[in-house]
């Protein structure tokens, strides 16, 4: 049986989300368990999540995989939850429903969790482009 899908396709913030993470080499996006994955050849970022201690949902969020020493810092953050499944692994969510996302940050971490998981060719050719 497959997942009910957990998110809006036209929510501004996803697209946002998705304007993002797609502009890295070799980004792609599928469904997967009912929410957008923004993927190289392995996820490095997830719209939508709950947190893993009360299983709170925040289905406006982005899930990503910062380097262990950022992921502490974020952890301090009040907008930053341990998500579930995902936390375990060292990844955070990034709770975008709140009147004031830096979106300069969410770009850091999407760029941030990409370097972290994508295949070092694909890294590569990010830090070739110019700008």
């Known amino acids: 049986m497959p997942h009910p899908v957990m ?3 036209t929510d501004p913030l996803l697209a946002r989300v998705r304007a993002i993470a797609l502009a890295f080499p070799g980004a792609s996006e599928k469904i997967s368990h009912g929410r957008p994955f923004f993927s190289t050849r392995t996820a490095f970022a997830v719209y939508g999540g709950a947190e893993k201690s009360t299983r709170a949902p925040f289905p406006r969020s982005v899930v990503v995989k910062p380097d262990e ?3 502490r ?3 301090e953050e009040p907008h930053i939850y341990l998500p579930m499944y995902f936390g375990p692994s060292g990844w955070v969510g990034y709770d975008l429903a709140r009147p004031e996302v830096d979106w300069g940050e969410v770009a850091e971490l999407l760029d941030m969790s ?3 998981t994508a295949p070092p060719r694909l890294v590569r050719e990010l830090d070739a482009r110019p700008g």
Do not use: I, K, S, V
Request: aromatic letters at 16%.
């Open 73 to 75: 810092a974020l952890l």
């Open 7 to 9: 998110f809006d396709e």
């Open 114 to 116: 990409y370097r972290e």
């Open 69 to 71: 020493e950022e992921r």
